[in-house]
């Protein structure tokens, strides 16, 4: 599996919360890391992104993420990183998120940066998945307050590398024996 986590410049003005078509916003940086069976990270990415449609940072991304405008000049567009961070990927489409904004903003970006995704991505919503069967609730708990929770912080929030670390960290000590999607039951073999 791969936790991915993004950040993004967001408009000035923000959407109405219950638009599901609003622009989540330009991605700014993609982290991930490739896990084994047991959430163990066994390799990582991390790369800043050039913003274009919405190229100068809100205030409030510059202090949120601690990137830079100057950094995000010096670096490539989507159009060129993310189809580099899917040959990372490989054969590896199964993306795990916590919440489920990065999907919608993988898949606007590809749209209007003129991406093509490989057929077979699935997102999961480790979040959901956290809340429903660790915590036994509904409500959205998050991220900082997981790693609480769990003991595993490892570095502050809102850098995509260190999120998706913090994601497999809670992961890795939880160990959930089922996940949707993750622990998928083995075909039987046929007989011959």
């Known amino acids: ?9 967001q408009p000035d003005v923000p959407a109405a919360e219950d638009d599901p078509d609003a622009f989540e916003g330009d991605i ?9 069976a047991d959430f163990r990270v066994t390799d990582r990415y991390r790369e800043l992104v050039r913003p274009v449609t919405l190229p100068r940072l809100t205030p409030g991304v510059k202090k949120l993420t601690r ?3 100057e950094e995000l000049m010096m670096k490539r567009p ?3 990183v993310f189809p580099e ?15 489920t904004s990065d ?7 590809a749209a209007l940066y003129g991406t093509e995704l490989p057929e077979g991505m699935v997102f999961i919503d480790l979040q959901e998945k956290f809340d429903r069967d660790y915590l036994y609730e509904e409500q959205r708990c998050s991220l900082s307050r997981a790693v609480e929770i769990m003991g595993v912080r ?6 995509a590398l260190y999120d998706c670390i ?9 160990n959930p024996e089922t996940l949707d999607l993750i622990n998928r039951p083995e075909e039987p073999e046929e007989e011959a």
């Not at 599996?1 to 410049?9: R, T, V």
């Not at 961070?85 to 919440?99: A, I, Q, T, V």
């Not at 490892?154 to 850098?159: C, S, T, V």
């Not at 913090?166 to 939880?174: D, F, G, P, S, V």
């Open 1 to 9: 599996m791969i936790i991915i986590d993004l950040e993004w410049n």
């Open 28 to 36: 700014i940086e993609i982290g991930a890391v490739r896990t084994d």
């Open 67 to 69: 990137i830079s405008q």
């Open 78 to 80: 989507f159009s060129e």
């Open 85 to 99: 961070f899917l040959k990372w990927c490989g054969d590896d489409l199964l993306f795990g998120e916590w919440g």
């Open 103 to 109: 999907e919608k903003a993988v898949r606007q970006n």
């Open 154 to 159: 490892i570095k502050g929030a809102h850098d």
């Open 166 to 174: 913090n994601t497999a960290l809670i992961y890795e000590k939880w």
